[in-house]
């Protein structure tokens, strides 16, 4: 690659910014003091990864909350970070240290740039040392813009592109994200190492075997290296909690990785002691105006995550009064048709954008009826239909928005479907796990703006979120569960645990309130649908997602 002579004074800026950058950040290691042998760092290192694993019991607890550690590991090519973490590797129990690596590619299409890589994640106790990560595919995606950049205006010294702005954009996003995770008891510790030019170059002409390229851009041109370097300089600035490492002297930076990774498996060890709620909420809290039902603007991307204190909602006579609207039998199948046909025909023009479909609502009031007259016109290679129930001990042991990252609809697979259905959801957070106390008070409460947050990055990748909460009243309710007993094949639809929620139905009924003013965005608003009448109500479900998927597409 090649530009001309302007380039010199681009080169030469780049590395100014660069330096002062990391001269900043590059300070002495602030536990040089404490630093120990290698032979005590090694028996300390494995002696927190046993203890951080025992704290992941075989049983949940609500004052119990084991912490996971997630080890990113960035920066310059050939600057130690291989060594330094088959070092850490070999002073630590290999079998229980988790290693990943990725070297950087395009963001996939309609999906937040982290989906592709929630299946990284370790569980709460696990330690895992994640090569390249989402920062990976950023920094790929941002070198792409920036060099092009610099083709295009070869006369202008430092060009104002829009790669800035994307960097910016993204890194705000992704802070956000990672502090979602921090909150969710997984750790972060975020490394970069650095080398200078000179070192990298002169590596790079040794006899040693060199790796896959990290993101995938030629290190043994200087331009290519400068353009990285202002790139890395505006990262760094925007995000304070990277650990730079000097990878001059390998061996040296190695040890410092090994120091900071046991830094950080012991405050995760720490952070693994019981907390008690009331703290807690004491900490976090901040007290509120009484909420309203008025659809709310997308400030769920706000780097402000301090807990609001909760005051409910006066419950809506939507949800109280519900109505019962008659439909002729003939005329519903007319409709019905007429909607499926036209559902069908916007799902296959969407021009492959990713739908998500949310259903909510009270037991037996037609989520299931619904779906299946949503999918009916639909080849099932186009849909996954996703029955949430109870999380699995191994979904436990995860950020609690991990079990539905992992269910939506991913470029990365061979799969078919970009069409994902969740009856039931990631509410459950706020509704059953709430009135049934299965988690502290402030988690429940916390998680209104992490789901706000969750369902905006959706949308702003250009994934297409449709929420629905179908509402019956409790006589309407009881009918319905007397049929299920007495048709054969509908008992497996009724569990005792339905019953029993009969008596918790205020309970339900305020906590859906308050779910629906809390997270009723411009971006992803809710469709209530409160009707006794199932036919209707099916209707009105198709109506909702044809007029959500024009306004879209």
Excluded at 492 to 512: E, H, I, P
Aim: proline letters at 4%.
């Amino acid at each position: 690659m090649s530009y001309n002579k302007s380039d010199e004074a681009q080169k030469a800026t780049g590395i100014q910014i660069e330096k002062q950058m990391i001269d900043q950040r590059l300070t002495p290691n602030p536990l040089s003091q404490f630093s120990l042998d290698k032979d005590a760092l090694r028996l300390a290192l494995v002696t927190a990864q046993y203890a951080l694993r025992e704290t992941r019991q075989q049983t949940t607890s609500p004052t119990h909350k084991p912490t996971g550690l997630l080890v990113l590991v960035n920066g310059m090519e050939q600057a130690g970070k291989g060594t330094a973490v088959k070092q850490l590797r070999q002073w630590v129990d290999p079998r229980l240290l988790k290693v990943e690596a990725t070297i950087g590619h395009p963001p996939l299409a309609y999906q937040p740039i982290w989906q592709a890589h929630t299946q990284a994640i370790p569980r709460h106790g696990d330690v895992m040392v994640y090569f390249g990560n989402w920062y990976a595919d950023l920094l790929y995606h941002v070198m792409h813009m920036a060099t092009t950049a610099m083709q295009d205006d070869e006369h202008q010294v430092l060009p104002i592109t829009k790669w800035q702005d994307y960097l910016r954009q993204a890194l705000r996003q992704l802070q956000v994200f990672e502090r979602d995770l921090a909150t969710n008891q997984t750790k972060l510790l975020k490394c970069w190492f650095h080398v200078e030019v000179e070192t990298l170059q002169a590596r790079l002409k040794d006899k040693e075997a060199d790796p896959q390229f990290l993101y995938q851009i030629d290190w043994g041109d200087s331009d290519v290296v400068a353009q990285f370097n202002r790139v890395a300089a505006e990262l760094l600035r925007q995000q304070d909690d990277w650990i730079v490492i000097d990878g001059s002297d390998k061996s040296q930076a190695a040890t410092e990785f090994c120091h900071q990774v046991l830094q950080a498996m012991q405050g995760a060890l720490a952070s693994s002691i019981n907390i008690h709620a009331s703290a807690d909420l004491k900490r976090n809290s901040k007290t509120i105006n009484t909420i309203t039902s008025t659809p709310k603007s997308d400030a769920s991307l706000s780097d402000d995550n301090r807990q609001p204190k909760l005051v409910s909602v006066d419950i809506p006579d939507q949800l109280i009064d519900i109505k019962n609207p008659d439909i002729d039998k003939s005329d519903y199948h007319k409709q019905l048709a007429n909607k499926q046909s036209e559902l069908a025909e916007l799902l296959r023009t969407r021009k492959g954008r990713h739908v998500v479909f949310a259903f909510e609502g009270m037991d037996a009031a037609g989520k299931g009826g619904a779906i299946k007259r949503l999918v009916t016109p639909l080849d099932p290679r186009e849909y996954q239909i996703y029955n949430i129930g109870a999380p699995m001990l191994y979904e436990l042991q995860h950020p609690y928005l991990w079990r539905f990252w992992t269910r939506l609809p991913n470029e990365q697979t061979d799969r078919m479907s970009r069409i994902a259905i969740f009856d039931r959801t990631w509410y459950g957070r706020v509704l059953v796990e709430r009135v049934e106390a299965l988690i502290d008070e402030s988690e429940w409460q916390r998680a209104y703006d992490e789901i706000n947050r969750f369902e905006a990055e959706l949308m702003a990748s250009g994934t297409i979120v449709i929420k629905y909460w179908l509402a019956i009243d409790k006589k309407e309710q009881l009918k319905r569960f007397e049929d299920r007993r007495e048709t054969p094949h509908k008992q497996f639809k009724l569990t005792d645990d339905d019953w029993r929620n009969r008596d918790k139905w205020s309970d339900y009924v305020q906590a859906a309130a308050d779910m629906l003013a809390r997270t009723n965005t411009t971006s992803a608003p809710w469709c209530v649908i409160a009707t006794n009448q199932k036919r209707y109500a099916r209707l009105q479900v198709l109506d909702h997602a044809i007029a959500q998927l024009k306004s879209h597409l």
